[in-house]
């Protein structure tokens, strides 16, 4: 039986990492992946790798809407968020593909928690997914999100409709500025604006009443 396919889903705002992005989730071949790019314009970049399609986001410019985009245009069985600052470990392909194998016998509908350094468990910060999974709603993350606290939705949905697992031991690498020292610039500030933690923490409480979720 071949392996199942995986569709990396990655928007940004950072042109200039394209390319070292694209090198670390290819480094060990490209057997059955692929990676939707979504940037908000036409841009640049070295490795024009044959398994890595490019969409333009003609709509709303943030990372909800670029991160649905590349999810629309996806293939593969398996969906992966990725994001500027997420780095794999060797044989993440394996590893993600035998941890839904596994729990694909109980229910088709897995969604997959795996942490990074934080060890958060109330969040999912980089979605791991079936198809299944995703048509129930055929998006990643309802449209009204534009970033803060989509990430809450995620987990209180998911854990609530689907086949929920939940690693405990580091999986990813992930750079972000509570854990590394890092660059704070526009993207991030604009990410995390004091008005989007508040359009976020409205949007989730809205979803939590309508889908009668536990937080």
């Known amino acids: 039986m071949p392996p199942k396919s995986i569709s990396l889903l990655y928007t940004t705002a950072r042109h200039a990492v394209i390319d070292d992005v694209i090198g670390r989730w290819f480094d060990e071949g490209h057997e059955a992946i692929e990676m939707i790019l979504v940037t908000d314009e036409p841009v640049t970049y070295q490795r024009n790798h044959p ?16 991160w649905n985009l590349a999810a629309l245009h ?11 600052d997420l780095f794999p470990p060797p044989g993440w392909a394996k590893s993600i593909r035998g941890m839904i194998e596994q729990l ?37 993350y309802p449209p009204d999100f534009e970033s803060m606290y989509c990430d809450n939705w995620f987990c ?20 972000h500025r509570t854990t590394h020292a890092v660059e704070i610039d526009d993207v991030t500030r604009l990410h995390e604006s004091s008005e989007r933690y508040v359009r976020g923490r409205e949007t989730f409480a809205k979803y939590v009443r309508e889908h009668g979720l536990s937080v």
């Not at 398994?51 to 670029?66: F, L, P, Q, S, Y």
């Not at 996806?74 to 500027?84: C, E, K, P, R, T």
Request: glycine content about 6%; hydrophobic content about 35%.
């Open 74 to 84: 996806s293939v593969g069985d398996i969906l992966i968020q990725v994001s500027d």
């Open 51 to 66: 398994n890595v399609r490019h969409v333009i986001n003609a709509g709303r410019r943030d990372c909800v809407t670029g």
């Open 156 to 175: 209180a949905y998911h854990r609530k409709y689907s086949c929920y697992g939940e690693g405990h031991e580091v999986f990813w690498h992930h750079r």
């Open 104 to 140: 694909s016998q109980v229910r088709p509908d897995v969604v997959l928690n795996l942490l990074d350094e934080r060890k958060i468990l109330f969040s999912v910060f980089h979605p791991v997914m079936t198809r299944s999974a995703y048509e129930k709603l055929n998006v990643i």
